[in-house]
C-alpha cells in the first residue's frame, strides 16, 4: 500500500534511512531521472544522485524546505523532511516541488500579478461603491433631508447600531450603504440580507452559516452566514419587521457578544460587524402587539433615522426627478431630458406612494415614450395628473379611468411607432384618422 500512494506522488519522491540509503523511491522520480526505481533501492542516495543532501538531513535533524538542486543538468526545487521516532532520525523524506526552477519564478510572477491585479479591483469596487452609495448621491434639498443626512453622517462615524425607518421605495437602503461606505469600516465588507425575502426554515443558517455535513445536502466545507462574511464590516438587515419571532433571542445575543455558531457546529466564531436595520413597519407598534420582541428593538433602535415619504417634502421632487432624468440620460447618449413646467407641476402635486422608487419608475416609462427630450404634462402617466378628491379613494380606480389611461397609452405608441404618422397610426389602431384626433384632443396629446 505504501508503495503504491508513494508511486501516485505526482512529483518526484525519495525516502532514504538515517545514514542516507535509499528505502523508497518512487516511479515518477526514476521516470524524471531514466533510471530504473527498482535499481536504486538500497544504494547510497548520493551514488543516484551525486549532490544529494539527505543523509546531512539525517544528521542535522533540521528539514530544508525549498531549496535549489540541480541533478542532470535540471535546477529544481526540492524540500527534504527528516523523520523522528523517540527523539531519534531514523528516516529522510525528499521530494521533487518544481522539476524546474524557472516554475518557480513563473508562478511567483502569476501570484504577483494576480496579487496586483486584486489590489487594482479592491480600489476600483472601492471607488465605485463610493460614488454610487455615497451622501453626495442622496439627492433632495429639503431641510428634512438635509437635516437627516447631517445626523447620518454623524453617525457613520460611530458603531452604534442605526435604525432606518420610513416607508418603502424612501431611499432606506440608499441610507444604509451611505453611512456604511461614511464609516471607518468602508473599507470591509457590506453586507445585505433582506429578511423579507428568506425562507422562515432558511434563517438561520443564512445568519449563522452550517457546518460541514450539517444537513444532507450541505456541502461538506460548511458556509458561511451573513455575520461571518461582515466580518471588519457592516451587515444590513433589510425589513427587519420580517424577523421571525422564534430566532429573535438567537439574533439579540450575537449582537450583544458578537459570538455566534455555525448550525450544526460546535466551533465558536468571532465575528466584528457594525449592525444597521430598516423597515417600513411601525416596530413599536409590533412590539406592543408582542409581533416583535422588545429588548432586539431596543437593541436595534440607537440611532433612530426616520426617512419621511416624498409627498412630506415637496421640494424635493422636482430636483429629484432632475437628478434622476440625468442618470436615466446617462444610458441614452446624446439624450438631456427636461421637463415642463406643465410636467414639473404634475409630478409636485402627485402624492407618491412608492415614493423615489415609483419616481425612477414613471420617469423610466416616460422617457421611453417621448419623441425627443422634453417631457410634458401629458406624456405622464394619466393617473398622476386624477383630481386628489378621487386619489383619496385609495388605489381603486373607475373601469372609466383604467380605459382612459389604456387608450392613452395605446395612443402614444402607436404614434411612437408610426413616427407620429397620424395616418400610419390610426391604422395600427384600427380607428379613422378623424378618431385618432378627437382622441388626441382630449388626452392633451400634442399633434407633433
Ligand atoms: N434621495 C435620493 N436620491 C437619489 N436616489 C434615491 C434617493 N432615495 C432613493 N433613491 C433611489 O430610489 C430607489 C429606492 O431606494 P431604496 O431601495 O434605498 O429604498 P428603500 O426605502 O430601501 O425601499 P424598500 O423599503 O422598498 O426596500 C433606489 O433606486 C434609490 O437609488
Known amino acids: 500500500m505504501a508503495d503504491l500512494i508513494f508511486d501516485h506522488i505526482e512529483n518526484g519522491a525519495v525516502v532514504t534511512d538515517a545514514d542516507g540509503y535509499i528505502l523508497y523511491f518512487n516511479r515518477p522520480y526514476a521516470k524524471f531521472l531514466g533510471i530504473e526505481g527498482e535499481d536504486a533501492i538500497g544504494r547510497h542516495v548520493t551514488e543516484i544522485l551525486a549532490s544529494s543532501r539527505m ?8 528539514a530544508e524546505i525549498n531549496e535549489i538542486f540541480t541533478a542532470k543538468g535540471h535546477d529544481m526545487v526540492v524540500q527534504r523532511i527528516p523523520i523522528f521516532e523517540n527523539g531519534k532520525v531514523v528516516a529522510v523524506f525528499g521530494q521533487l516541488m518544481f522539476k524546474e526552477v524557472g516554475d518557480v519564478g513563473r508562478l511567483a510572477r502569476n501570484l504577483s500579478v494576480l496579487e496586483s491585479k486584486l489590489k ?6 472601492t471607488s465605485l ?20 443626512k447631517e445626523e447620518a453622517r454623524k453617525a457613520a462615524l460611530t458603531d452604534l447600531p442605526v435604525l432606518l425607518t420610513g416607508e418603502s421605495g424612501t431611499g432606506k437602503e440608499l ?22 425575502a428568506i425562507p422562515k426554515e432558511l434563517f438561520e443558517s443564512e445568519l449563522f452559516g452550517y457546518a460541514g455535513g450539517a444537513f444532507t445536502g450541505a456541502s461538506s466545507g460548511g458556509k458561511p452566514g451573513k455575520f461571518e462574511l461582515a466580518d471588519g464590516g457592516t451587515l444590513f438587515l433589510d425589513e427587519i419587521g420580517e424577523m421571525p419571532l422564534d430566532l429573535q433571542p438567537k439574533l439579540l445575543r450575537v449582537l450583544e457578544e458578537k459570538v455566534f455558531e455555525r448550525v450544526g457546529g460546535n466551533q465558536v466564531i468571532r465575528s466584528d460587524f457594525r449592525i444597521i436595520a430598516a423597515t417600513n413597519r411601525d416596530l ?35 430636483s429629484l426627478a432632475r437628478h434622476l432624468l440625468d442618470k436615466i440620460a446617462g444610458n441614452h447618449p446624446g439624450s438631456h431630458y427636461r ?22 419608475n414613471v420617469l423610466e416609462r416616460t422617457v421611453f415614450t417621448i419623441e425627443g427630450d422634453s417631457i410634458d404634462a401629458c406624456d405622464l402617466p394619466f393617473y398622476l395628473s386624477r383630481p386628489v378628491a378621487v386619489r383619496a379613494r385609495g388605489t ?16 402614444r405608441n402607436a404614434l ?21 384626433y378627437k382622441k388626441m384632443s382630449r388626452y392633451k396629446i400634442p399633434l407633433n
Open 55 to 62: 543523509h546531512i538531513v539525517a544528521k542535522t535533524g533540521k
Open 120 to 125: 487594482l479591483y479592491e480600489k476600483e469596487l
Open 129 to 148: 461603491r463610493a460614488a454610487r452609495y455615497s451622501f453626495d448621491s442622496i439627492y433632495g434639498s429639503s431641510p428634512a433631508l438635509l437635516a437627516l
Open 175 to 196: 441610507f444604509a450603504q451611505a453611512i456604511h461606505q461614511s464609516s471607518p469600516r468602508r473599507r470591509g465588507p457590506s453586507i445585505n440580507i433582506n429578511c423579507a
Open 284 to 318: 413599536a407598534e409590533m412590539v406592543r402587539q408582542k409581533e416583535f420582541r422588545e429588548d432586539l428593538f431596543y437593541r436595534l433602535n440607537v440611532v433612530s433615522l426616520n426617512i419621511p415619504p416624498l409627498r412630506e417634502r415637496k421640494g424635493d421632487i422636482v
Open 339 to 360: 421637463l415642463t413646467e406643465a410636467a414639473e407641476r404634475v409630478l409636485a402635486n402627485y402624492h407618491w406612494p412608492g415614493n423615489i422608487r415609483e419616481l425612477l
Open 396 to 411: 381603486q380606480w373607475s373601469l372609466q379611468e383604467v380605459v382612459a389611461e389604456a387608450e392613452r397609452e395605446a395612443l
Open 416 to 436: 411612437k411607432v408610426s413616427g407620429n404618422n397620424k395616418a400610419r397610426a390610426a391604422k395600427l389602431l384600427g380607428i379613422h384618422r378623424t378618431v385618432l
